[in-house]
């Protein structure tokens, strides 16, 4: 019989997670699978698990919690040719994963998904530097805002929560002085804010990268420069009406390849968890993952 492994993480979903577990497993044993359960209790155990999914030659790796935990078992899948099919149920705060895919965010309707899901899918990733990243990475003070964010704030906020803590950068309005290195061009710009996108969803908005497409084979880069005036009153607008890559204090840059540099220390956010600190260099994996979807 085939073998599927779930890998959990039961704090996810304001630890509502675990709840769901029986359920989860149900729903893969009736697609035909034995079933492993394996839950994690610290960083990285994601990663570990969907590593010992592939050596020991499983078929199918669940995972279930939000997008960190979903970039940490990719990761794990990623360092490998040889590949099971993923899939996942979001329990995240912001699931922009999830977004892009069409997964839906209420646990009974995503297990429900999880059901019917029969079509296999090769998908895009990133990799930054020595690390992987599924769906987002930004830099710049806002992006640097979200490390505050607790767990009480996300779950009596939900994504609120990082949008307000990143509105209390906006007054500074800092910005960064950047090298942006791509294969024919260099670009020199100060930034206040910088997100590279591999999917159309992007800190809860399904309509920042509305190009992106999961095996598109480009990641989706949008520099925001420093603002004046009533710039923001137009840029926030184009964040939900999708023309946030034609306003005048966006450059946007379609590429499967960039190195960004910086006399300045700046940090990252890579799917909604700490990341690298420049120098980074980012690339496209084209069609690296077996996802299974509707």
Same mark, same amino acid.
């Given at each position: 019989m085939k073998q599927a492994m779930v890998i959990l993480n039961p704090s996810s979903g304001h630890e509502a997670a675990i709840d769901y577990k029986e359920d989860i497993v149900s729903v893969i044993k009736e697609k035909g699978y034995e079933v492993v359960v394996k839950e994690t209790e610290k960083k990285d155990d994601a990663t570990v698990f969907a590593e010992e999914a592939v050596n020991d030659g499983y078929d199918y790796v669940i995972g279930v919690g939000g997008d960190g935990t979903i970039n940490e078992v990719i990761a794990g899948l990623a360092r490998y040719d040889q590949q099971p099919l993923f899939s996942f149920v979001p329990f995240g705060t912001v699931n922009d994963f999830a977004r892009a895919i069409g997964i839906p965010l209420k646990p009974r309707d995503a297990i429900e998904w999880l059901k019917e899901a029969r079509?296999?899918?090769?998908?895009?990733?990133?990799?930054?530097?020595?690390?992987?990243?599924?769906?987002?990475?930004?830099?710049?003070?806002?992006?640097?805002?979200?490390?505050?964010?607790?767990?009480?704030? !996300?779950? &009596?906020?939900?994504?609120?929560?990082?949008?307000?803590?990143?509105?209390?950068?906006?007054?500074?309005?800092?910005?960064?002085? #950047?090298?942006?290195?791509?294969?024919?061009?260099?670009?020199?710009?100060?930034?206040?804010?910088?997100?590279?996108?591999?999917?159309?969803?992007?800190?809860?908005?399904?309509?920042?990268?509305?190009?992106?497409?999961?095996?598109?084979?480009?990641?989706?880069?949008?520099?925001?420069?420093?603002?004046?005036?009533?710039?923001?009153?137009?840029?926030?607008?184009?964040?939900?009406?999708?023309?946030?890559?034609?306003?005048?204090?966006? &450059?946007?840059?379609?590429?499967?390849?960039?190195?960004?540099?910086?006399?300045?220390?700046?940090?990252?956010?890579?799917?909604?968890?700490?990341?690298?600190?420049?120098? #980074?260099?980012?690339?496209?994996?084209? !069609?690296?993952? &077996?996802?299974?979807?509707?």
């Open positions: 079509t296999e899918q090769r998908v895009d990733i990133g990799k930054i530097n020595e690390r992987y990243f599924v769906n987002v990475v930004a830099l710049g003070a806002v992006a640097e805002a979200t490390y505050e964010v607790g767990v009480e704030q !996300k779950t &009596r906020l939900g994504p609120l929560a990082y949008y307000i803590e990143g509105a209390k950068t906006l007054a500074e309005n800092k910005v960064y002085p #950047l090298t942006f290195k791509l294969s024919d061009d260099t670009i020199d710009e100060e930034a206040f804010l910088v997100v590279i996108g591999m999917t159309n969803s992007i800190a809860g908005f399904e309509k920042i990268a509305t190009d992106a497409k999961l095996d598109d084979g480009y990641m989706h880069v949008f520099i925001v420069k420093k603002l004046a005036g009533f710039d923001l009153m137009t840029l926030l607008p184009s964040v939900l009406t999708g023309e946030f890559k034609d306003h005048e204090k966006v &450059r946007y840059i379609k590429t499967k390849e960039i190195q960004i540099e910086s006399m300045a220390s700046l940090h990252t956010n890579i799917d909604g968890d700490e990341g690298e600190d420049l120098p #980074l260099h980012l690339t496209v994996l084209p !069609k690296h993952i &077996r996802l299974l979807r509707k």
